[in-house]
C-alpha cells in the first residue's frame, strides 16, 4: 500500500517535470530566422580593418529556380537570383559582425560555409585575424576551403553568378574541387593551411579565383568565375603566386595528382594513375631532395601520323617524363625565388633527420634556396586507344 | 551487515573497466599534450604503468576477498587511522568525479549546448547516476554491456570512416621528443585514464569469483588501452599538428568524416560517447563514494547519501575551476602528480604493510 502510494507521487513529480523537456531546445535556431551563410569573403585594408563579406543564401529563391535555371536564362536580369550579399567593415571580425547586425533581419549561420575568400589586398598583409577566429570558433568546419581572390576585393569575386549553380560560392567550391581533381590547382581545406601553417618551414597554400569575361549570345558580356593560380604564403602572409605550370608540378611533386592529362607537342596523355615521393639526403649542411614520380598514363590524342610502333611509345613515354619533370622544375625554381618551402620538404629531413634537424630548423630559411633537387620521373603508357595505325599518314 | 547484495560476473566487470576508463578520455586523447605526435607512445608507456598500478592493488583485493578497501583500510591500520585514509581516498573519488563532470560541461558549453546553463547539464547527468547508484552495482553492470559495446563500434567505426583521411607522415619521425617529455607525458596518460580504475577498490569486492578479477582487470584494461592508444594516432595521423593545439582532438577528427557528402557532421556521435562512458565512470565514483562513506561511518545504507553527495559533486564541479584553461592546467600539470598517493600510495602501503603484518590472519574472521 505505502509504496504504491509513493510509486503515485513520483509518477505525478515526473509529469510536472517533464514537459519542461518536451517544449525543445530554448536555444534552438529555426531556419526562417537564420541567413546562410554559403561563402564568407575576408578584406583586410592597411589599417587593420576587417570588411566581411557574407553571402547568403535565400532558401526562398532556391525552390524555384531549378525549373528557369534549365532554359539557361537568369532570372529576371538580376544575377544574383538565390543568393543575397552584406557587407560590413569593423576594427576586428567580430566588430565587423556586430555591425552586420544592424542591417540585418536574421543571423548568419556558418556551418554550411563552404568558402572562405580572401581579397588580394588584404592577403598580403596577413590573415591572422581570421585564422584565430576560425580556429577558435567551434562552429567553424574544418573542412571548409580556403581561396584568394585574384582580384583586389573578395567581394568581387563572391558576387558573380555562375550559371550552373544557384549557390556562386558552392558552385566556386566544386570549381575548385574540380581542377584539383583533374591535377591542375591545389584544393586547401582549412585544416590543411593550419598544418601547414603550424610546422613552421612548409610554406601554406591556396588556390586563386579570378573573374574572366565571355561574350554570350547577343554580344552580352558574361562574367564568369575561373581558378588561376596558387598563392604562396609565408606565415600568414602571401608572398607570390604559382602559376598553372608550376601549380601542376607542385601537385606532382607532393603527390596529390589524380587524374588530369600530360600534353606533349605530339601528343597528349590522360593520367591513370600517379605516386610520389619526396626522399631526403643529408650531406652535412647540403640538403639533397629527391623526387621520385611513378605514373602510368592512357594515349588519348596523337598529332603525328605515324603509325604506333613500341619504339614510339617509348618516346612518348620518355616525352611524357620530360614534361613532368619541366613542370616540377618550373614550381623548384619558382619556390626557390620566393624561398618558400611550398613541398614541405624540411617536413621531409625532419621525419628522416630527426637529430640533425633541431640543428637545421632555425636556418631552414637560409638553406631552402640552396638545397640540390633531383626529379626522377618514371612514366608507363598503357593504353595506345582503339587504333594503332594512322588515319592519315605521312 | 551487507551494504551491497549484488555480485558482478568478471565479464561485466571488464566490460566496466572499459566503460570507465573510456570516460572522458573519449574526447581528450590522454597523453596528448606534451609529446605532439608521439602522443600514442606515451598513451601506451602510459598503458604499461596502468598495468603495472591495476596489478598493485588487484593484489591487495585478492588479498582481502570480498572487501572493498575501506574495509581493508580498517584491518590493517586499526579503527582510526585506517577510517582517516578511508576518507582521504574517499575525497580522491569525490574530487576525480567532479573533474569528470567539470570537462562534461566545459565540453557541452562550447560543443554542444552553449546556451544550456552548466548547473542544468549536471543535474540531469548526477539524477541518472544517483539512480542508477540506488539500484545497486549490478545494475551498472548489466548496462554498461548494452552501452559499451556501442562506443567501441562507434569508436572503430569513427576510426574506419578516417582512412581515407590517415596521413602517417604525420606520425613520423617516430620518437621525436626528448625522452623525459615522452616520459611525463606517459605518466600524464597513466594518471589520466588508466590509474584511475584504482575506484575499482570499491568493486573488485562483489566480483563474484575473485580469484580471477585480476585478469578481468587486465583484460578491460588492455582492450580500452589499444582502442585508445589507435584514437590517439588516429588523431594524430588526420589531424597533424593541429591534434596537439586543439583541446577536443578526437571532434576535431569527426568533423574531417566525409563520405561522398553523404556521411558528414558525425562529430556528435563523439558527444554521444562521452555522455554514456561519461555517466559510466561517475557513476563508478559516486557509487564508490557513497559506499565508503557508508562504511566508514557505519551506516545501514548508502541511499540515503547518494542524492546529497551527487548534488555536493554538482556544486564543487561547478566551482572548483574558472574556466577551461584552468582545468587544462591542472590536468596537464598538476593532476598527474596530485592523483600519485591515491593511485599509487595507499594501495602500495596498505599492501606492503598487510604483507608485514601477515593479514588477513587464516582462519580468523574479524569482521
Not at chain 1, 544575377?79 to 536574421?106: C, E, F, K, M, V
Not at chain 1, 618558400?340 to 632555425?362: C, N, S
Not at chain 2, 576525480?96 to 562550447?110: D, E, I, P, R
Amino acid at each position: 500500500m505505502k509504496r504504491e502510494k509513493r510509486i503515485k507521487i513520483y509518477v505525478v513529480i515526473l509529469l510536472i517535470i517533464m514537459p519542461g523537456f518536451l517544449s525543445g531546445c530554448w536555444d534552438s535556431h529555426e531556419l526562417n530566422k537564420l541567413s546562410i551563410v554559403s561563402g564568407l569573403g575576408w578584406d583586410i585594408d592597411n589599417t587593420g580593418k576587417v570588411t566581411m563579406t557574407y553571402q547568403s543564401i535565400i532558401p526562398s529563391e532556391i525552390k524555384g529556380s531549378s525549373g528557369s535555371n534549365g532554359g539557361g536564362e537568369q532570372k529576371g536580369g538580376s544575377q544574383l537570383s538565390a543568393i543575397q550579399l552584406n557587407q560590413d567593415t569593423g576594427s576586428s571580425p567580430y566588430d565587423a559582425l556586430s555591425r552586420y547586425t544592424q542591417h540585418a533581419s536574421r543571423i548568419p549561420y556558418y556551418e554550411h560555409t563552404q568558402i572562405y575568400l580572401f581579397g588580394k589586398e588584404g592577403v598580403q598583409r596577413g590573415i591572422y585575424p581570421f585564422l584565430d577566429t576560425q580556429a577558435r570558433n567551434p562552429v567553424s568546419r574544418p573542412k571548409a576551403l580556403m581561396v584568394v581572390s585574384a582580384e583586389e576585393k573578395a567581394s568581387d569575386i563572391l558576387g558573380i553568378q555562375d550559371g550552373m549553380e544557384n549557390i556562386q560560392a558552392f558552385g566556386m567550391a566544386a570549381e575548385i574541387k574540380l581542377s584539383a581533381t583533374f591535377s591542375k590547382y591545389p584544393e586547401v581545406t582549412v585544416l590543411q593551411f593550419q598544418n601547414r601553417l603550424l610546422s613552421k618551414t612548409t610554406a601554406p597554400i591556396a588556390p586563386m579565383v579570378g573573374i574572366f569575361e565571355e561574350t554570350g549570345p547577343e554580344g552580352k558580356k558574361i562574367r564568369r568565375t575561373r581558378v588561376v593560380g596558387t598563392a604562396v604564403f609565408k606565415g600568414d602572409r602571401m608572398i607570390g603566386q604559382l602559376n598553372e605550370r608550376e601549380s601542376s608540378g607542385l601537385l606532382w611533386a607532393i603527390n596529390e595528382i589524380k587524374i588530369g592529362f600530360v600534353m606533349i607537342p605530339e601528343a597528349s596523355m590522360e593520367i591513370v594513375s600517379a605516386k610520389s615521393k619526396i626522399v631526403p639526403e643529408l650531406q652535412g649542411d647540403q640538403v639533397k631532395i629527391t623526387i621520385e614520380i611513378d605514373e602510368e598514363s592512357n594515349l588519348v590524342e596523337y598529332r603525328g601520323h605515324q603509325d604506333i610502333t613500341a619504339d614510339l611509345v617509348h618516346e612518348l613515354e620518355k616525352g611524357q617524363a620530360k614534361e613532368i619533370e619541366s613542370q616540377v622544375r618550373a614550381a623548384v625554381e619558382k619556390s626557390f625565388a620566393l624561398d618558400a618551402d611550398v613541398f614541405g620538404f624540411g617536413e621531409a629531413v625532419h621525419r628522416k633527420y630527426k637529430k640533425e634537424w633541431k640543428d637545421l630548423k632555425p636556418r631552414w630559411d637560409d638553406i631552402y634556396s640552396r638545397i640540390e633537387v633531383l626529379v626522377k620521373v618514371k612514366t608507363h603508357l598503357n593504353e595506345i586507344g582503339d587504333v594503332n595505325k594512322a588515319l592519315i599518314k605521312d | 551487515m551487507a551494504l551491497e547484495k549484488g555480485r558482478i560476473s568478471n565479464f561485466q566487470l571488464s566490460v566496466l573497466i572499459i566503460g570507465f576508463v573510456f570516460g572522458s578520455s573519449v574526447i581528450i586523447s590522454p597523453g596528448g599534450k606534451g609529446a605532439g605526435h608521439d602522443a600514442w607512445i606515451a598513451c601506451a608507456i602510459g598503458l604499461m604503468e596502468g598495468l603495472l598500478i591495476a596489478w598493485i592493488f588487484t593484489a591487495l583485493t585478492k588479498q582481502f576477498k570480498d572487501k572493498t578497501i575501506m574495509e581493508i583500510n580498517s584491518l590493517v591500520y586499526g579503527k582510526i587511522l585506517g577510517k582517516g585514509i578511508s576518507l582521504l581516498f574517499i575525497w580522491y573519488l569525490f574530487h576525480l568525479s567532479a573533474l569528470v563532470l567539470t570537462n562534461y560541461t566545459h565540453f557541452f558549453k562550447l560543443q554542444i549546448y552553449p546556451a544550456t546553463p552548466n548547473t542544468v547539464t549536471l543535474l540531469l547527468l548526477i539524477l541518472v547516476c544517483a539512480s542508477t547508484v540506488g539500484r545497486g552495482i549490478e545494475v551498472l553492470a548489466r548496462l554498461s554491456i548494452i552501452l559499451v559495446p556501442i562506443i567501441i563500434l562507434v569508436v572503430f567505426s569513427d576510426t574506419l570512416l578516417l582512412i581515407p583521411h590517415i596521413d602517417f607522415n604525420n606520425l613520423m619521425p617516430v620518437l621525436d621528443v626528448p625522452s623525459g617529455k615522452l616520459l611525463l607525458a606517459s605518466h600524464g596518460a597513466a594518471s589520466f585514464p588508466f590509474a584511475e580504475t584504482v575506484a575499482f577498490l570499491m568493486v573488485l569486492a562483489f566480483v563474484d569469483k575473485p580469484e580471477k578479477a585480476p585478469s578481468a582487470v587486465f583484460g578491460g584494461l588492455l582492450i580500452v588501452g589499444f582502442m585508445l592508444i589507435m584514437a590517439v594516432a588516429r588523431n594524430a595521423a588526420v589531424l597533424g599538428p593541429m591534434a596537439e593545439i586543439t583541446i577536443y582532438p578526437t571532434y576535431l577528427a569527426a568533423q574531417v568524416i566525409d563520405i561522398g557528402d553523404i556521411l558528414t557532421r558525425l562529430q556528435v556521435l563523439v558527444a554521444i560517447s562521452l555522455i554514456t562512458m561519461g555517466f559510466i565512470k561517475i557513476t563508478v565514483l559516486l557509487y564508490g563514494t557513497v559506499l565508503g562513506l557508508a562504511q566508514v561511518f557505519n551506516l545501514h545504507s548508502y541511499r540515503p547519501i547518494i542524492l546529497p553527495v551527487g548534488i555536493l559533486m554538482v556544486i564543487f564541479a561547478l566551482t572548483n575551476v574558472g574556466n577551461t584553461q584552468e582545468m587544462v592546467d591542472f590536468a596537464e600539470q598538476g593532476y598527474p602528480f596530485y592523483a600519485i598517493p591515491f593511485q599509487i600510495g595507499i594501495p602500495l602501503i596498505t599492501l606492503v604493510v598487510a604483507k608485514l603484518r601477515k593479514l588477513p590472519q587464516t582462519g580468523g574472521d574479524q569482521v
